[in-house]
């Protein structure tokens, strides 16, 4: 393995420190993405007490909503429409501090990802480049010459070795970024169903939403 490194030359090393890079991005985006980090255990069932306490002209919910706020990444999302009603806005201004927030939120889920999409089609391009550059610009090329069939074959390997490795980091790149995507999509479409359900309980007499 080690003389197969060697023998893609310099090119390989940025293509390694890449494929941690994205390694890395895979492997924080499944934990953060993950069920219980998104909707911890009583998450929900507090949220929906706080709009049952809230229609029930209680008090003194202020300290629970700001720690409702804490134990997720997508609790100022659900609590949104929780401290609207609180300071009496209507349906209206409820829903454009809900798309304020949600944008928000989303940009939140997809960190990352926008990334790992862009390099892993352009990992394998970046080999083949390479090595297009060991062959023309061999010392023959520079001089005018054809060049030694020694220096055309290095350029060919260079190029062959950097293209395979880089396509071997590609291809799962884009399958890893294809299943975050949907874990992703499922989360927003959970967040705003929740939302929903908290919208119509606070605000029954709206049908905008």
């Known amino acids: 393995m080690y003389s197969i490194l060697l023998s893609a030359g310099w090119p390989i090393w ?38 049952n306490h809230i229609l029930s002209k209680k008090t ?5 909503i700001s720690d409702l706020n804490q134990t997720s990444p997508v609790a100022p999302l659900l609590i949104c429409a ?27 889920l997809d960190r990352y990802l926008g990334t790992l999409a862009t390099i892993a089609p352009l990992l394998g391009l970046f080999g ?9 610009g061999s010392q023959g090329a520079i001089n005018g010459s054809a060049g030694s069939p020694q220096q055309l074959a290095h350029g060919i390997s260079v190029a062959l070795y950097n293209t395979a490795f880089g ?14 995507r949907a874990i992703t999509n499922q989360r927003q479409r959970e967040c705003e169903e929740f939302t929903r359900q908290i919208f119509k309980k606070l605000y029954p007499n709206d049908s905008s939403k």
């Open 82 to 108: 929780l401290r609207e009603k609180l300071n009496n806005s209507s349906a209206e201004e409820t829903l454009e501090e809900l798309q304020v927030t949600a944008q928000i939120i989303w940009q939140k």
């Open 128 to 136: 083949t480049v390479v090595g297009m550059i060991e062959i023309f």
């Open 167 to 180: 396509l071997l980091i590609a291809i799962p790149a884009l399958a890893a970024w294809r299943a975050l």
């Open 14 to 51: 940025p293509l390694l420190v890449i494929s941690i890079i994205g390694l890395a991005i895979v492997l924080e985006r499944s934990w953060y993405l993950r069920q219980n980090h998104i909707f911890p255990k009583n998450c929900l069932e507090s949220t929906f007490s706080c709009v």
């Open 60 to 64: 003194g919910l202020e300290q629970l």
